[in-house]
């Protein structure tokens, strides 16, 4: 009997650029069906004045709406350190259920104690509709999605792959700017290292979408690559390192960086699946900043 082979899913992928943060966003869908899911949704969030907005999560909804997309979920690879997930907000106007990877409960636990807060903070992931595992697998419309256990950047990272579109966020980067850090807590540059392979084992047709690009050398910002150019050009993956010349490699580099400008922000918001700190007597809701626990890099 002649076996016909099913060409792989190719989901239609829209990638929105966050400038203040460098994040890409992505929105993908399902062409024959309509359905989709939006990917790592930034809220917009203004430090000096400790201001919300919308501006970045309305841009991903009205392209839904224009598009007819019907959404099915939203995704989160991972407590982002660098904004704030816009998740709560778009399954509110949407009422699509909120996804991201089991291992959010060891972040919550983590930076529970760094926040120093209450003992009724949760740290079960009850914040999501989802907590998903390493192999799981979901459709959206006739795109299979499976799930890659990814840590390293966090203790927590996932990657979804999509028809033949793996969505990594902060694994790998643009082949010029090499990859992730790994020196958040919870973080550790041999997780990492075994993440990159897993990612590099997909077929080299996959297209890889980054969560972060920052443009390079006059390049603009891009989102998006391969495994082949991974491959072959990326500058920290490029000459197939082995572990412990990559370790050297991430640790080195991670030893020179800053930490995110909103990073003490975004965890206490982004551990609470990207709602803000139930609001106090006054009605409005306070961050809370613990001093002194990180220091800058040297130098
Ligand atoms: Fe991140």
């Known amino acids: 009997m002649e076996v016909t082979a099913t060409p792989a899913a190719t989901p239609v992928v829209k990638g929105f650029w966050d400038e203040a943060t460098g994040s890409w966003q992505y929105v993908f869908h399902d062409p024959a069906t309509m359905r989709g ?4 949704p930034v809220l917009d969030f203004d430090p000096a004045a400790a ?3 919308t501006t970045n999560a309305e841009a991903l909804l009205d392209y839904v709406r224009t598009q007819g997309i019907t959404l099915d979920w939203i995704l989160d690879t991972h407590p982002h ?7 709560v907000w778009l399954s509110e106007q949407t009422g699509a259920p909120r996804a991201i990877g ?3 409960v060891g972040v919550q636990k983590l930076w529970k104690k760094i926040y120093h807060l209450a003992d009724d903070f949760p740290t079960d992931g009850s914040q999501w509709d989802r907590l998903l595992a390493d192999g799981d697998s979901f ?3 006739n795109v299979p999605v499976s799930v890659i256990f990814s840590p390293g950047h966090t203790l927590a990272s996932i990657t979804y792959v999509a028809g033949d579109a793996a969505f990594v966020h902060d694994t790998l980067m643009m082949p010029d700017s090499g990859t992730s850090r790994a020196d958040f807590p919870g973080g550790s ?3 990492l290292y075994e993440t990159l392979q897993k990612i590099l084992a997909l077929p080299d047709s996959t297209r890889i979408f980054v969560g972060h690009d920052y443009g390079k ?7 998006e690559t391969t495994v082949a150019e991974t491959k072959a050009e990326n500058i920290h993956l490029g000459d197939a390192p082995d572990e412990a010349t990559y370790r050297k490699r991430r640790d080195d580099r991670d030893a020179t960086l800053p930490l995110p400008k909103l990073m003490l922000y975004a965890l206490q918001v982004n ?5 803000l700190p139930a609001p106090e007597e006054d009605g409005r809701s306070y961050l809370k900043i613990p001093v002194g626990y990180f220091t800058p890099p040297a130098g």
């Open 37 to 40: 899911a939006i990917v790592d």
């Open 51 to 53: 201001a919300i907005a």
């Open 81 to 87: 350190a660098d904004h704030f997930s816009a998740a």
């Open 102 to 104: 089991e291992k959010v």
């Open 139 to 141: 459709m959206v419309g």
């Open 189 to 191: 540059s041999a997780d």
């Open 217 to 223: 050398d006059g390049r603009t910002a891009a989102g």
């Open 271 to 275: 551990i609470r699946g990207g709602r």
